[in-house]
């Protein structure tokens, strides 16, 4: 059976196309078509919404009263939102000091420029979690660059770390004499 096969694939004579060459035109359109992609912006489209966007007058935003306490867990609540969305920076700016209130005016302390400038282009959203959570439009956030150097370099070899006890607990020494400890450094 196989040289059949063989036999018929010779006997088909192999058709070749001549080559046509064909001249290409460039795409252009000679009116407008109308129809736009979903994916496309549009500046019209912006402004309409912009627009649209409701703005409250001044007399009638929310003005409660609220507490130091009820700032911090606002805070503490948005710094783990924060976490969620992998905003690691501005969770640790917020975790690491407590807000600071004056009236109406929310202080966060951060330690360098970096985190300014980090934090800087999300602080709106943040204001705006504060207004909504506080039921208070009037609340305003500023960023304030900490001039305090930690003093204290936190222990880092097991030496340190013994010494740094020691300190704080002289009785450390008392233990380690009394049971004649080996600590391993």
Do not use: W
């Not at 306490?69 to 503490?76: E, G, K, N, P, V």
Request: aromatic residues 6%; hydrophobic residues 35%.
């Amino acid at each position: 059976m196989r040289p059949q096969q063989d036999q018929e694939k010779q006997a088909k004579p192999s058709l070749s196309l001549p080559k046509v060459e064909l001249e290409k035109k460039p795409n252009t359109l000679e009116k407008p078509t109308g129809s736009l992609s979903e994916s496309t912006l549009s500046i019209k489209a912006q402004l309409a919404q912009h627009r649209m966007t409701q703005v409250v007058p001044e007399e009638d935003l929310p003005r409660n009263q609220f507490s130091a306490d009820a700032l911090i867990s606002c805070t503490r609540k948005y710094a783990h939102i924060l976490k969620g969305l992998g905003k690691e920076t501005f969770y640790h700016a917020l975790i690491k000091r407590d807000p600071q209130l004056h009236d109406e005016t929310v202080t966060l302390v951060v330690d360098n420029e970096v985190q300014v400038a980090y934090i800087t282009p999300i602080l709106q959203e943040f204001v705006d979690y504060l207004k909504a959570e506080l039921k208070n439009g009037f609340v305003e956030v500023k960023l304030l660059v900490t001039e305090q150097i930690e003093s204290e370099q936190k222990p880092v070899t097991g030496k340190d770390k013994y010494q740094a006890l020691a300190r704080k607990n002289p009785n450390i020494h008392t233990l380690k004499n009394r049971f004649n400890l080996d600590i391993e450094f």
